[in-house]
């Protein structure tokens, strides 16, 4: 009976630290987003920190998301999208993982979906695939 007792409240615990973690990405999120929305990108565009583009001189599949993101959050869309066109799939696949992971936390499912891992890869791909275009017609991210 004790050795039940342990393991309910083990598995409790790691429940209770399981949503805090969710809620906390959450808050981060929406933190991240609003201190976006105070970031002008046209006054500062900010240091270069991707590794890749200090290597090669050119802008990685992920350059440029972070400046796309702040225009965004000032509501200016359009050249979001011409910045990174991948921004707002992107963003909508973070918001719909966020709460799958919350469904998963509710139902006690720990392992993942089938359907998960491919999306993750075909997202890695498709903005590979992005990448090598923008490379060939010269509209990568300055």
Do not use: I, N
């Amino acid at each position: 009976m004790r050795e039940l007792a342990r393991t309910e409240s083990a598995g409790t615990a790691r429940t209770r630290t399981g949503w805090r973690t969710w809620g906390a990405t959450g808050l981060g999120l929406v933190a991240l987003l609003v201190s976006l929305a105070f970031w002008d990108v046209a006054a500062r565009p900010g240091p270069r920190l991707c590794l890749f583009q200090r290597l090669t001189g050119l802008a990685c599949p992920a350059c440029g998301l972070t400046r796309a993101a702040a225009l965004a959050a000032h509501g200016r869309f359009a050249a979001a999208v011409a910045l990174h066109p991948a921004l707002p799939v992107l963003a909508l696949e973070a918001a719909v993982a966020w709460v799958v992971w919350g469904v998963r936390l509710a139902s006690g499912r720990r392992r993942l979906a089938r359907w998960e891992a491919p999306v993750a890869v075909a997202t890695a791909a498709a903005l590979v695939l992005l990448w090598l275009a923008r490379l060939a017609t010269g509209t990568l991210p300055p």
